[in-house]
């Protein structure tokens, strides 16, 4: 269950819980419940896999662990990370690919994003 791996990473417990999200506050990425069973998830950042609540949170987690520029102590962040990973069925390495791609996508869509127009620099006619 969620608790024993919480207890190894207490700082990473930032997740928000909804009937049908879990948020991180630590990442853009979220799990979405798929479907009214209340065990049919996805990741954001792994929309092609079905799966359970807590797999979703542990993959979750995962990105939390990858996202945090100075963990405390590197060397335990990544061989929590790799034990994630491998039960998601992922090697480390495809992790932080995929995760890198969907930062890349954000990055596509808010550069190309047109900003609204600030308010003092009205045109009149």
Do not use: N, Y
Request: charge should be negative; aromatic fraction near 6%.
């Amino acid at each position: 269950m969620l608790q024993p791996l919480f207890e190894e990473v207490p700082d990473l417990m930032a997740l928000e819980f909804t009937p049908w999200t879990v948020r991180s506050d630590k990442t853009p990425e979220m799990a979405v419940r798929t479907t009214p069973s209340t065990d049919s998830w996805i990741l954001t950042w792994l929309p092609d896999r079905l799966l359970t609540q807590e797999a979703a949170c542990r993959g979750l987690v995962l990105d939390e662990i990858l996202s945090d520029p100075s963990p405390d102590d590197p060397d335990q962040a990544l061989a929590v990370a790799e034990l994630l990973a491998g039960e998601l069925d992922l090697t480390l390495r495809e992790v932080v690919v995929l995760l890198w791609v969907r930062s890349a996508q954000r990055d596509l869509r808010t550069e190309f994003t047109p900003a609204p127009p600030h308010p003092a620099a009205q045109v009149h006619s």
